[in-house]
């Protein structure tokens, strides 16, 4: 690794093209994802995030994913009962209570298949621009949950490992419980 390394460095040309190569494909720098799996919930994450799922141990089908700069991804299990719609609702109004310029529009979109809709978010935190998507995909077994929230300068990059980690949970979901 030392050699390979030294000589990157000292060969000019080779350390320019793998810069190149890492700048058009980031995702090489990625580490081997690791994986979730609890209660019926799992995804694939990076990692170098940190994991909260202290609601987890008090049976509630809830974890968080941080990332190392602050931006969080969030899933949530609801019984079936649950309308997706005031779930999203419920989200929406608390976030106004917290946050009273808060903007807000309607979203749908659809992965692998699944259609999951809720509200795109914009809104200030300590004079900072952040981003927060909530969308919900409603499955025979289980209504979800899902939230993800960043400041605009880490957006960027985590919206991208946000909709990874949102593809690989919809991936994932037992054929028993997908729509």
């Not at 995804?43 to 968080?64: G, L, M, Q």
């Not at 979203?107 to 969308?135: K, M, P, Q």
């Not at 939230?147 to 028993?176: H, N, Y």
Request: with cysteine; net charge negative.
């Amino acid at each position: 690794m030392i050699s390979v390394c030294y000589n990157l460095v000292t060969n000019f040309p080779a350390f320019f093209i793998l810069a190149s190569i890492v700048n058009i494909f980031p995702f090489l720098l990625l580490e081997v994802p690791m994986r979730y799996d609890r209660l019926g919930i799992q995804f694939d994450y990076p990692e170098n995030w940190t994991i909260d799922s202290s609601d987890i141990e008090n049976r509630k089908a809830t974890v968080t994913i941080y990332s190392p700069d602050g931006g969080f991804w969030s899933v949530s299990a609801h019984a079936t009962g649950h309308p997706a719609s005031k779930l999203c609702e419920a989200v929406l109004s608390q976030m106004r209570e917290e946050y009273q310029d808060l903007d807000s529009e309607p979203a749908e979109e659809t992965i692998n298949s699944h259609r999951l809709t809720g509200f795109d978010l914009n809104f200030y935190c300590l004079d900072l621009t952040n981003t927060a998507i909530v969308r919900t995909l409603e499955t025979p077994a289980a209504t979800f949950l899902l939230f993800c929230q960043a400041e605009d300068r880490e957006w960027e990059c985590v919206s991208k490992v946000f909709a990874a980690m949102t593809a690989s949970f919809i991936g994932k979901l037992p054929a028993s419980i997908k729509s």
